[in-house]
């Protein structure tokens, strides 16, 4: 199934199936779905939006209605699932960033800075750290510890980053948690090392003289190679690239769209 998300609906497509029309349609939305994403066995949905509400949606039910619903105080940028499948992260356009247990309903909540909204929240596959970027082009870094069981995820404070200069709009760690990247609206992406957050490289376009089409270049997403040596992204001038991260240089560049290409997503691994 595929889940494709927009102005007050939430649409499922079977793609084993020649139907080209949705074969479940999720309503009951006032405004637009800014986030949405499985849990891993297929089990249940998850949607954030700009109602300021989280939502959990029942897979398994032929009940369309939403199960599950966890109301914040501002319109919700986006929502991370945490690698235990049981916590969800949620941040909004206040600077508040929301951590909902699923499994016991338990919230708590953090604003790093309530002057700036957050565009992006990430957490490594080794669960050991959440970054998340916001409208004045900071990244804050936390650690974290617990996680399991019936224990709350705890989240130490570890470092801000003035990662870019201007919006910073995604930021998204490696596969072996080794990297961070944080993408722009300053037309280029940060590498950041783990290790202790310095920069190891900037990815940008050097070469460019047309100063109208490096304004349009805003980097909206970035998705990881599976081995972690590549980065794919999306540009507002209408291209994704591939690069290659240690040379800090475009392998590929993919054109056709008409319009600003706004998110991707890139997988690399073999079929089983």
């Not at 084993?16 to 479940?24: C, G, R």
């Not at 009940?63 to 991370?80: G, Y």
């Not at 206040?94 to 909540?109: C, F, M, P, R, S």
Request: proline share 4%.
């Amino acid at each position: 199934m595929i889940a494709a998300a927009g102005y007050q609906h939430i649409r499922m497509y079977d793609l084993n199936s020649n139907n080209p029309n949705p074969v479940v349609n999720y309503d009951g939305i006032s405004k637009n779905v800014t986030a949405v994403g499985f849990h891993e066995d297929g089990k249940w949905m998850y949607t954030g939006g700009e109602d300021a509400c989280a939502r959990i949606w029942d897979l398994r039910s032929r009940n369309l209605q939403c199960q599950r619903i966890f109301q914040v105080n501002a319109p919700i940028n986006c929502v991370t699932l945490h690698p235990n499948q049981g916590e969800l992260i949620v941040g909004d356009q206040t600077g508040a960033i929301h951590v909902w247990d699923l499994k016991t309903d338990h919230n708590e909540q953090l604003i790093p800075d309530p002057d700036a909204s957050i565009q992006s929240v990430s957490i490594d596959a080794d669960a050991s750290y959440m970054a998340a970027v916001n409208n004045k082009g900071m990244c804050y870094v936390w650690t974290l510890s617990g996680g399991s069981g019936e224990e709350h995820t705890q989240l130490l404070p570890k470092t801000k980053i003035q990662a870019h200069k201007r919006y910073a709009l995604k930021c998204k760690f490696s596969p072996d948690s080794t990297l961070l990247a944080t993408t722009s609206a300053d037309q280029s992406v940060n590498i950041w090392r783990t290790t202790d957050f310095s920069l190891k490289c900037n990815l940008a376009l050097k070469n460019s003289t047309l100063t109208e089409q490096v304004q349009k270049r805003w980097v909206w997403d970035c998705a990881w190679s599976s081995d972690s040596q590549y980065l794919v992204t999306a540009s507002s001038d209408n291209m994704a690239r591939l690069w290659a991260v240690e040379q800090a240089e475009v392998k590929r560049e993919y054109s056709g769209h008409q319009k600003a290409v706004i998110c991707l997503a890139f997988n690399d691994c073999p079929p089983t």
